[in-house]
C-alpha cells in the first residue's frame, strides 16, 4: 500500500548551513506522526516545508501520489494548529472558527453547518457566542483546533500546540486532541521537543537533530531499542558512562565497569559489539541497588528524587561514573554506600554505542 503522505528527501538551505537535510518519511492515511528533537533539528522547518510557507531546494511533498511541493498553501488543503493559535481576539468563537471557511467561499447554511460541526468535534458546541478572552487556554486551544478542521483538510499540521499550557492542563488538553484526530481519522502531523506530548500523541515517532532524521518508529521501539547514542539520551531518562566490552555470551555478553564485570542481554535484533571500549547507556530500571559485595560496583549515592510511588537515586561510582537508578524511595539515605549490579527485568534497557570520539 502506498503512503497517504510522503516526504521525499527534502532539503532547505538557510546561508548553506542545510536546516532540513533530506527528510523522508511516509504516512499512511490516518497515522499521527511527531516530530520530535531539540531547538534547531529542522522539525519546524520540516513542518514549514509541509505547509507550503517555505520552497525546499531540493525534495518533493506527496499526498495521495499528488506532487504539491510547488502548490500554494491553501490549495494543499492542510489544516494547521499555530504554536500561539493565531486566533482573532475581537471575535467571537463562531467567527474564528468560520473565518478559514469563508476565505474558502463557503457561506450560508453550509458555513453553519460546518461550524457547528467543528465545534462539536472539539466539545465546543454551544461555544459560538462567546469572546475569546472568556475562555480557557485549553478552550482556546480547541477553538484553533476546531477552525483548522471546519475546511475539513487533508492534512492537520501542530505546530507545539500545548506549550503554552500549565502541565496538568496539557495533559489533559493533549488526551482531547488525540481523541479527535481519531474520531476524524486525519492524518496529523505534530513539531514538539517534548517527549511526552510526542509519545502521547504519535502512533510513530520521528526524532531529528541538525536536520536529520535519526530513528523512526512507536515509542515502545524508540524507548526499547533506539538507534544510536543520541536517540537513547534524548527518549527517556539514561545515564552514559564508558565500559569495556569483553566478550559474548550465551544470551549477550560480558562488560566491565570500574574493573567489576557483568553479563548483560543482548537487545533483541542487535548483535552484541566487539571486545573493546563502548558507551553504555542505562536506563533506571535496568540497574538495581545492593548492598557492596562481589560482582558489584562500589558506589556512594549522592542525590534522591522522588517520582511517585518510586525515586530515582543518583550513584557516584568510585571511578567517577555517575548513574541513576530507580529503587523504593526509602531504599537507602543519602550518603549510602552501596553496590551496582544489572535488573534481569524483561527488555533489557543497557544499550551498547561505539564511544564517543571512536
Given at each position: 500500500m502506498s503512503a497517504f503522505l510522503r516526504l521525499e528527501a527534502l532539503v532547505k538551505r538557510f546561508d548553506a548551513a542545510a536546516a532540513v537535510d533530506r527528510v523522508s518519511l511516509a504516512l499512511e492515511r490516518g497515522?499521527?506522526?511527531?516530530?520530535?528533537?531539540?531547538?534547531?533539528?529542522?522539525?519546524?522547518?520540516?513542518?514549514?516545508?509541509?505547509?507550503?510557507?517555505?520552497?525546499?531546494?531540493?525534495?518533493?511533498?506527496?499526498?495521495?501520489?499528488?506532487?504539491v511541493t510547488a502548490v500554494t498553501p491553501v490549495s494543499r488543503r492542510f489544516g494547521m494548529v499555530f504554536q500561539h493559535y493565531a486566533l482573532f481576539p475581537h471575535l467571537d468563537v463562531r467567527a474564528n472558527v468560520a473565518f478559514g471557511l469563508?476565505?474558502?467561499?463557503?457561506?450560508?447554511?453550509?458555513?453553519?453547518?460546518?461550524?457547528e460541526r467543528a465545534l462539536g468535534?472539539?466539545?465546543?458546541?454551544?461555544f459560538g457566542a462567546r469572546r475569546i478572552a472568556q475562555l480557557s487556554g485549553g478552550q482556546q486551544q480547541r477553538v484553533a483546533l476546531a477552525r483548522a478542521l471546519a475546511p475539513e483538510p487533508r492534512v492537520l499540521l501542530l505546530d507545539e500546540p500545548l506549550s503554552n499550557l500549565d502541565p496538568t492542563l496539557r495533559e489533559?488538553?493533549?488526551?482531547?486532541?488525540?481523541?479527535?484526530?481519531?474520531?476524524?481519522g486525519?492524518?496529523?502531523?505534530?513539531?514538539?521537543?517534548?517527549?511526552?506530548?510526542?509519545?502521547?500523541l504519535g502512533d510513530r515517532v520521528a526524532v531529528m537533530r541538525a536536520g536529520r532524521i535519526e530513528q523512526v518508529g512507536t515509542p515502545?521501539?524508540?524507548?526499547?531499542?533506539?538507534?544510536?547514542?543520541?536517540?537513547?539520551?534524548?527518549?527517556?531518562?539514561?545515564?552514559?558512562?564508558?565500559?569495556?566490552?569483553?566478550?559474548?555470551?550465551?544470551?549477550g555478553g560480558r562488560i566491565a565497569l570500574d574493573n567489576v564485570e557483568w553479563e548483560i542481554?543482548?537487545?533483541?535484533g542487535r548483535a552484541f559489539p566487539p571486545?573493546?571500549?563502548?558507551?553504555?547507556?542505562?536506563?533506571?530500571?535496568?540497574?538495581?541497588?545492593?548492598?557492596?559485595?562481589?560482582?558489584a560496583v562500589p558506589a556512594t549515592i549522592t542525590a534522591r528524587r522522588f517520582v511517585g510511588p518510586s525515586a530515582i537515586f543518583t550513584a557516584r561510582t568510585d571511578n567517577g561514573a555517575v548513574l541513576d537508578v530507580v529503587a523504593p524511595p526509602r531504599a537507602v539515605p543519602a550518603g549510602a554506600r552501596v553496590g551496582l549490579m544489572p535488573s534481569r527485568r524483561v527488555g533489557g534497557g543497557i544499550h551498547l554505542f561505539p564511544p564517543e570520539g571512536g
Amino acid at each position: 500500500m502506498s503512503a497517504f503522505l510522503r516526504l521525499e528527501a527534502l532539503v532547505k538551505r538557510f546561508d548553506a548551513a542545510a536546516a532540513v537535510d533530506r527528510v523522508s518519511l511516509a504516512l499512511e492515511r490516518g497515522e499521527i506522526m511527531a516530530l520530535l528533537g531539540p531547538s534547531g533539528s529542522g522539525k519546524t522547518t520540516t513542518l514549514r516545508l509541509l505547509a507550503g510557507f517555505e520552497a525546499p531546494d531540493e525534495g518533493r511533498v506527496l499526498v495521495e501520489g499528488e506532487d504539491v511541493t510547488a502548490v500554494t498553501p491553501v490549495s494543499r488543503r492542510f489544516g494547521m494548529v499555530f504554536q500561539h493559535y493565531a486566533l482573532f481576539p475581537h471575535l467571537d468563537v463562531r467567527a474564528n472558527v468560520a473565518f478559514g471557511l469563508e476565505s474558502l467561499g463557503v457561506h450560508g447554511v453550509e458555513l453553519d453547518r460546518r461550524v457547528e460541526r467543528a465545534l462539536g468535534l472539539v466539545d465546543l458546541a454551544g461555544f459560538g457566542a462567546r469572546r475569546i478572552a472568556q475562555l480557557s487556554g485549553g478552550q482556546q486551544q480547541r477553538v484553533a483546533l476546531a477552525r483548522a478542521l471546519a475546511p475539513e483538510p487533508r492534512v492537520l499540521l501542530l505546530d507545539e500546540p500545548l506549550s503554552n499550557l500549565d502541565p496538568t492542563l496539557r495533559e489533559r488538553t493533549r488526551r482531547e486532541i488525540r481523541d479527535v484526530i481519531h474520531r476524524v481519522g486525519i492524518t496529523t502531523v505534530l513539531v514538539t521537543h517534548e517527549q511526552d506530548e510526542a509519545f502521547d500523541l504519535g502512533d510513530r515517532v520521528a526524532v531529528m537533530r541538525a536536520g536529520r532524521i535519526e530513528q523512526v518508529g512507536t515509542p515502545d521501539e524508540l524507548y526499547g531499542s533506539p538507534a544510536n547514542a543520541f536517540v537513547g539520551g534524548f527518549v527517556g531518562r539514561s545515564s552514559a558512562t564508558e565500559v569495556v566490552v569483553l566478550g559474548p555470551t550465551e544470551r549477550g555478553g560480558r562488560i566491565a565497569l570500574d574493573n567489576v564485570e557483568w553479563e548483560i542481554d543482548a537487545i533483541p535484533g542487535r548483535a552484541f559489539p566487539p571486545p573493546g571500549r563502548a558507551l553504555m547507556l542505562v536506563r533506571p530500571e535496568a540497574l538495581r541497588l545492593t548492598l557492596p559485595e562481589p560482582g558489584a560496583v562500589p558506589a556512594t549515592i549522592t542525590a534522591r528524587r522522588f517520582v511517585g510511588p518510586s525515586a530515582i537515586f543518583t550513584a557516584r561510582t568510585d571511578n567517577g561514573a555517575v548513574l541513576d537508578v530507580v529503587a523504593p524511595p526509602r531504599a537507602v539515605p543519602a550518603g549510602a554506600r552501596v553496590g551496582l549490579m544489572p535488573s534481569r527485568r524483561v527488555g533489557g534497557g543497557i544499550h551498547l554505542f561505539p564511544p564517543e570520539g571512536g
